[in-house]
């Protein structure tokens, strides 16, 4: 995507609602306590919420991004409501509002930090009960559904059957609304189609390009990255780094004695990755190597995995070309750093450069996990400092 789109939510449901619709966000969880913010009515509860989360994301990024902040109250009888997170609070409020009527309210915050706006709205649904029995309504509490969701229900799950009818946006009841977002999307000049991704993937052109180095950490953070890369590498070997970029990581590892040949499909950064790299870089996608079987010592990715939508193919193509005990070094759960600085647990949703994905892919093509280590990125305007995670896989 040109647009770099961030949901600011933890929610399953967001997250398939936004893919439905042919957006693939970028995760990252706020970290908001919700349980001690305060308001003075649950619309504007739902809406301060998101506006927090929105803000707490863009606190901690180190690049331009478009920020979508989410949360949901049900208000019944005029009380806020949000997750119970107990069976026996989730029971109590079923038998309180089956047959009833509540306002299911989501606020939106988007926040897009190149134009500086920020946009706050409310969207507000109600939403009519079934008059369940106390049986049903154990069952339910049961599936652990209603512990874990805005007002104990859903309409798009278990829940379904329990809700009559609906007046509103029916997505804003499941916890965002397209329509909704994409006027807020318009406000901030971006078009819904823009954030298609089939119809409009990522490119790494001229204008991304040059400014590439500059807006990802500088020298610096691409030296930091190269230390600890090298730490796991074969000494003084030859080295595939794949989506080189611009040579920045690859100089580095040259400059601790590597070898390092490079591969991008991006024209305007393997201009860049010549001057630093003369005669090692080419054109080449990372799924189709113009290397024969068992040939290389050692291949590096470094932030690659967390751009694809499947790294299964990239994995695979590691494996091929590796030689018997040679390495695959690569960065991993990238988006989840700025969490480990904060001393937050890591974002499930994003499973592509997840460690627990690729140790499970990389088994299935003969790469065993043997090593791994960190380096720190630099210091955010929170005054914390990420750490980025950095794993070995070895071919058996």
């Known amino acids: 995507m040109s647009t770099r789109f961030v949901l600011a939510s933890a929610s399953?449901?967001?997250?398939k609602t936004l893919r439905a619709a042919?957006?693939?966000?970028e995760v990252i969880v706020s970290g908001v306590d919700e349980d001690n913010v305060t308001a003075e009515n649950p619309g504007e509860l739902a809406r301060l919420l998101a506006v927090l989360k929105a803000r707490a994301v863009v606190a901690n990024l180190t690049d331009h991004a478009t920020v979508l902040g989410c949360d949901s109250v049900l208000e019944f009888g005029g009380v806020a409501y949000g997750k119970p997170g107990t069976p026996e609070v989730a029971r109590e409020r079923w038998r309180m509002m089956r047959g009833g009527?509540?306002?299911?309210?989501?606020?939106?915050?988007?926040?897009?930090?190149?134009?500086?706006?920020?946009i706050r709205e409310l969207a507000s649904t109600e939403v009519q009960f079934a008059d369940l029995t106390d049986e049903e309504i154990d069952a339910y509490v049961e599936t652990?559904?209603?512990?874990?969701?805005?007002?104990?229900?859903t309409v798009d799950g278990i829940g379904g059957p329990f809700v009559t009818a609906i007046e509103g946006d029916y997505h804003n009841v499941v916890g965002l609304s397209l329509p909704l977002l994409r006027r807020m999307l318009i406000e901030v000049g971006i078009s819904w189609p823009e954030l298609w991704r089939s119809q409009k993937p990522f490119r790494?052109?001229?204008?991304?390009?040059?400014?590439?180095?500059?807006?990802?950490?500088?020298?610096?953070?691409?030296?930091?990255?190269?230390?600890?890369?090298?730490?796991?590498?074969?000494?003084?070997?030859?080295?595939?780094?794949?989506?080189i970029g611009t040579g920045i990581v690859g100089a580095e590892l040259v400059a601790l004695g590597n070898l390092v040949h490079g591969f991008d499909l991006s024209t305007a950064m393997l201009r860049r990755a010549n001057v630093r790299l003369p005669g090692h870089v080419a054109a080449a996608d990372a799924t189709r190597l113009p290397v024969a079987d068992r040939r290389c010592e050692a291949v590096v990715a470094v932030w690659l995995l967390h751009l694809l939508d499947d790294s299964e193919p990239v994995i695979a193509e590691v494996a091929r070309v590796l030689r018997t005990d040679g390495v695959f070094v690569t960065t991993t759960e990238k988006s989840d750093a700025g969490r480990y600085?904060?001393?937050?647990?890591p974002?499930?949703?994003?499973?592509?450069d997840a460690l627990a994905h690729l140790v499970a892919v990389a088994s299935r093509y003969g790469l065993v996990l043997d090593g791994a280590t960190t380096f720190v990125g630099p210091t955010r305007n929170t005054g914390n400092a990420p750490i980025y995670p950095v794993v070995r896989f070895r071919r058996t």
Not at 341 to 345: I, K, L, P
Not at 347 to 352: A, G, L, M, P, V
């Open 347 to 352: 974002n499930d949703t994003r499973s592509q």
């Open 12 to 15: 399953p449901a967001r997250l």
């Open 204 to 243: 790494y052109d001229e204008s991304v390009a040059s400014t590439y180095d500059e807006t990802r950490g500088g020298p610096d953070r691409a030296a930091a990255a190269a230390r600890a890369v090298d730490s796991l590498l074969p000494k003084g070997g030859r080295v595939v780094e794949l989506a």
């Open 22 to 25: 042919g957006i693939e966000p």
């Open 144 to 153: 652990g559904e209603p512990l874990v969701v805005a007002g104990s229900f």
């Open 101 to 118: 009527r509540g306002v299911l309210h989501t606020g939106h915050c988007l926040f897009d930090t190149s134009s500086k706006q920020e």
């Open 341 to 345: 600085a904060d001393g937050r647990g």
